[in-house]
C-alpha cells in the first residue's frame, strides 16, 4: 500500500478553464476527502464520499464544482472557468469506517494564471 | 460552528529545547483529535490521533495531550532538533469518520 495517491502534482491553467484532479486512496478506506489550503491557512473541507455516495458539500463547493467518486474506489475533483481566487493547494484524504485517523494524499498545487 | 485555534502562529527555538504547541476548539463536542505535521509545499503527515476518550497519545519524542471539557490540546515535542522544522497543524473531528476543522497551524523554525 502506497498511500493516498494524487494527481497532478502540480497545474498552472488560464482563467477561465476547467481542470480535472484524480485521487486515489488507500484501497481498504470506504471515506474520500477534499480539501482545499489557501497560503497561511489550515486546509478547509469541501466534500466526503462513503464508498460511490457524496455524503456532504461544504458551501465553499460552488457550481463551479463537482466531484466524483465512480465505484467507491478513486475519486476526481473537477473545476469548471477556473478564476484565480482557486488558485490553491487542493488535498486528498482518506479513512476506514474503525476511525483510525485521516491518511492525507501529498496535494495538487494549483495556479490559476 | 467549530472554530479551532493555534498559539502560538510561529515559534524559532535552538536546538534540543523542548516546546510545547497550543491548540484549542471551541464545541467540546468531538469524536477524536489528529495533530498533523506539513513541510513546505507538502501534503500532511498523520503525527498522533486521540479520541475523545483519551487523555493522551505518545509517539517517540512527541506526545499530545487532550482535555476536551475545556477544549485543549497540547503538542509536546522533546529535544526539539532542525529537522522537526516544519508547520504544525491540529484538527478536530465532529463525528465518526466526518469531516475535520483544522486551526491555521504553528510554523515551527528549529536552529542548529
Known amino acids: 500500500d502506497t498511500g493516498v495517491s494524487q494527481d497532478p502534482r502540480h497545474k498552472i491553467t488560464k482563467r477561465g478553464q476547467n481542470v480535472t484532479f484524480r485521487c486515489d486512496p488507500i484501497?481498504?478506506?470506504?471515506?474520500l476527502y477534499w480539501y482545499r489550503q489557501t497560503l497561511g491557512q489550515g486546509p478547509e473541507f469541501l466534500t466526503y464520499?462513503?464508498?460511490?455516495?457524496?455524503?456532504?458539500k461544504s458551501r465553499l463547493l460552488s457550481d463551479r464544482f463537482s466531484a466524483e467518486r465512480p465505484k467507491g474506489s478513486f475519486s476526481t475533483l473537477e473545476i469548471q472557468r477556473t478564476e484565480q481566487g482557486d488558485s490553491a493547494m487542493y488535498l486528498c484524504?482518506?479513512?476506514?469506517?474503525?476511525?483510525?485517523?485521516?491518511?492525507f494524499g501529498s496535494g495538487t498545487r494549483l495556479t490559476v494564471v | 460552528k467549530q472554530e479551532v485555534t493555534q498559539i502560538p502562529a510561529a515559534l524559532s527555538v535552538p536546538e534540543g529545547e523542548n516546546l510545547v504547541l497550543n491548540c484549542s476548539f471551541t464545541?467540546?463536542?468531538?469524536?477524536?483529535l489528529q495533530w498533523f505535521r506539513q513541510d513546505p509545499g507538502k501534503g500532511l503527515t498523520s503525527l498522533l490521533l486521540?479520541?475523545?476518550?483519551?487523555r493522551e497519545q505518545t509517539s517517540g519524542r512527541l506526545n499530545a495531550s487532550l482535555d476536551k471539557s475545556s477544549g485543549r490540546s497540547t503538542l509536546y515535542i522533546a529535544a526539539s532538533q532542525p529537522g522537526d522544522s516544519a508547520t504544525y497543524l491540529c484538527?478536530?473531528?465532529?463525528?465518526?469518520?466526518?469531516?475535520?476543522?483544522f486551526g491555521a497551524g504553528t510554523i515551527l523554525r528549529v536552529k542548529s
Open positions: 464545541d467540546s463536542a468531538i469524536y477524536n
Open positions: 484524504a482518506s479513512s476506514e469506517s474503525g476511525a483510525r485517523g485521516y491518511t
Open positions: 484538527a478536530v473531528g465532529r463525528e465518526y469518520g466526518n469531516k475535520l476543522v
Open positions: 484501497s481498504e478506506h470506504n471515506r
Open positions: 486521540i479520541q475523545s476518550s483519551q
Open positions: 464520499f462513503q464508498n460511490e455516495a457524496q455524503l456532504e
